[in-house]
């Protein structure tokens, strides 16, 4: 099955600061693969590279073509929502569908408007007037109604309350994934997103840092929570980084067998909540 | 056109049902609605005006003293000194007619260059702003097309929309104030109905509308571009370039060629081709001589304007290509562009 995207040597700066230095990764249809990195990692621009929204060098392809000159034609297999608030204040809902049904060859209205039954919000209804959960419920109306293959989501729940990120992704899942289709996010709330995952991609100052299947990281890496006593001797096998958690010391181990680590303390496959941490403090170490 | 989607679903990508894209006309004509949306200047002003013109049209007094309330010409009440030409009373009607006809064009025209100016700063500028234009490029709409339904609506639709709220309004005009003559309650000139001459005064005004759209054409896509380009203070922007390089241009070679042209080209095809015609000549020779002073009879002037001379202008038409060349810029600049 052929890569949905295929990024080699991807760069761009702004200034003096690189956004992006030398990313490659691939991401494979059927995946959900979250983009995961702190503030001004090069998340975003690493999804506006994938957009077509955004200059750069390197070789990209997404679903075979480069998105710098093709991106129109791009966009009739890739949806991408972008944190809250891009859909104009102006425009009314029944527009919002009018439009999209006039551009987009892929567009089911009847599916969007069946969407839109199962919220509150009116057709006549502008989105100024919507809350913003209502908006992103809009919005996602709009994107589940177009048959697409690459769905682009970047801070898709920012400002959200608990209720309307719950619901968005269980849609998402249920109403819009399948085999063909790929999710690429990003998200801050790693936590909540965790259980949908099958890839993650850490990122860092423009670099990958991880590039995993989640299935991969339950063999690659293991948490320890050791017992004082045990802290010392396993503190030799190079933990990746360790925190005091309730007296016991937590550590994250890259590429030892349980059975080495078994003697130290209670095993598990850290969270990536958790491995992100470990990543991410172990590289400014 | 809405299609059942994931009707067929198959594991190889290959075989998804393919469908074709939407047909340009189709999205050109989407985008055309999406601007009347958001702008709705575009479409509430000419409507307003229209409005505020049949009002007038009930309620004025314009002309119930007779003739000596015209609102133009000088007045000649000395009999000796009236010209021995006089046109007789008819003739006169339909002048004064095809004038109105004209006036009640001018203040919607006013009114939609403003529309348009405001609308061409904002084109591609607020999109950014309120961070929309993450959305519309989320779309399968190229920034071609986005920037051509934007000169479409400024160049194209406004101006004949124009055209025809005018044309509309002039004949809600003469049903109100016919009306309002045959009760006798007002009285003064005598507009006279003549097809002919009806005809003839709405095809001057549509093909000097062309030559304006035509002559403004340059104007219209830097205002585009501009509005593609600025970060901020849009508005400064556009004036900006145009002063700094006359007053470069002034101040290194001490001449004028640029701030001249950029004048040339602002104060509109009367001045700048006006003058150097047949135009004047087309005005003058179809003045009548009435008792109130001289009228303009326009059909007279449409049959003698020379347009072959004025399509054919060379200003016009380079004009036309810096228009094509800002807008391709434009379309660039769009590609680029992202919320920040």
């Known amino acids: 099955m052929t890569t949905v995207i295929e990024a080699r040597g991807l760069s761009k700066s702004y200034g003096a600061r690189r956004a992006l230095d030398h990313v490659s990764f691939s991401v494979n249809p059927g995946r959900i693969v979250g983009l995961i990195g702190p503030n001004g990692a090069g998340k975003t621009t690493a999804l506006k590279a994938v957009l077509g929204l955004t200059s750069f060098e390197g070789d990209l392809q997404v679903l075979g073509r480069d998105p710098r000159g093709e991106r129109d034609e791009l966009m009739r297999d890739v949806c991408f929502i972008a944190d809250v608030a891009v859909l104009p204040k102006w425009l009314r809902v029944s527009q919002a569908l009018d439009f999209v049904d006039g551009v987009h060859p892929r567009f089911d209205r009847s599916r969007a408007e069946g969407f839109l039954d199962r919220t509150d919000i009116r057709l006549n209804s ?72 099958t890839d993650v991609l850490f990122i860092n100052r423009g670099e990958v840092v991880l590039d995993s299947s989640v299935e991969a990281i339950a ?21 990746l980084h360790e925190r005091e958690v309730f007296g016991r010391t937590v550590m994250v181990f890259e590429g030892h067998s349980t059975a080495e680590l078994a003697p130290f303390g209670d095993l598990r496959t850290p969270s990536i909540a958790d491995l992100f941490v470990a990543k991410m403090q172990g590289a400014a170490v | 056109m809405s299609n059942t989607a994931a009707a067929a679903p198959s594991a190889v990508d290959t075989d998804r049902p393919r469908r074709a894209p939407i047909a340009l006309q189709r999205v050109l004509a989407t985008l055309v609605r999406r601007e009347f949306w958001e702008h709705r200047a575009l479409w509430v002003v000419p409507l307003v005006v229209c409005v505020l013109l049949l009002i007038s049209a009930a309620l004025t007094q314009i ?45 919607l025209y006013i009114a939609a260059t403003i529309v348009i100016f405001f609308y061409l700063l904002s084109a591609l500028y607020d999109e950014r702003k309120d961070r929309s234009i993450l959305f519309w490029k989320s779309l399968p709409v190229s920034d071609g097309a986005t920037v051509a339904s934007k000169l479409l609506v400024a160049l194209v639709i406004l101006p004949l929309g124009t055209f025809a709220v005018a044309l509309v309004t002039n004949l809600l005009y003469t049903l109100i104030w016919s009306l309002r003559t ?133 200003r016009l038409w380079l004009g036309v290509v810096v228009a094509a060349v800002f807008t391709y810029a434009a379309v660039r600049l769009r590609r680029l562009r992202d919320d920040t």
């Open chain 1, 126 to 197: 502008r989105v100024r007037e919507l809350s913003k959960g209502m908006v992103t419920q809009l919005h996602l109306a709009l994107i589940l109604a177009i048959d697409a293959r690459l769905l682009v989501l970047d801070e898709p729940t920012l400002g959200l309350d608990l209720l309307y990120r719950r619901q968005f992704y269980d849609t998402l899942l249920n109403d819009y994934f399948n085999e063909e289709r790929t999710i690429l996010l990003t998200t801050h709330q790693v936590e909540e997103i965790e259980n949908l995952l």
């Open chain 1, 219 to 239: 063999q690659k890496y293991i948490q320890v929570a050791a017992a004082p006593d045990q802290a010392a001797r396993a503190r030799q096998l190079k933990p």
């Open chain 2, 63 to 107: 002309g119930s003293g007779g003739y000596s309330r015209m609102p133009f010409g000088p007045f000649n009440w000395d009999p000796r000194r009236l010209p021995p030409n006089l046109a007789d009373a008819h003739t006169v009607g339909i002048a004064l007619y095809g004038l109105r006809q004209w006036m009640i064009g001018i203040p």
């Open chain 2, 182 to 314: 045959s009760l006798g309650w007002v009285g003064g000139p005598h507009f006279i109905w003549d097809t002919l001459a009806w005809l003839k005064v709405e095809g001057l005004m549509l093909a000097i509308l062309v030559l304006w759209v035509l002559w403004y054409a340059p104007m219209a896509a830097y205002l585009v571009l501009i509005s593609a380009w600025a970060r901020r203070s849009v508005f400064l922007w556009a004036l900006l370039p145009p002063i700094i390089l006359a007053v470069v241009e002034r101040v290194a070679f001490g001449t004028s060629h640029l701030g001249n042209m950029f004048i040339m080209r602002l104060s509109g095809i009367w001045t700048a081709l006006g003058a150097n015609y047949t135009t004047s000549a087309a005005f003058n020779g179809a003045q009548l001589n009435t008792y109130f002073g001289r009228v303009v009879y326009l059909p007279a002037v449409f049959d003698s304007m020379h347009w072959a001379e004025l399509f054919a202008d060379a």
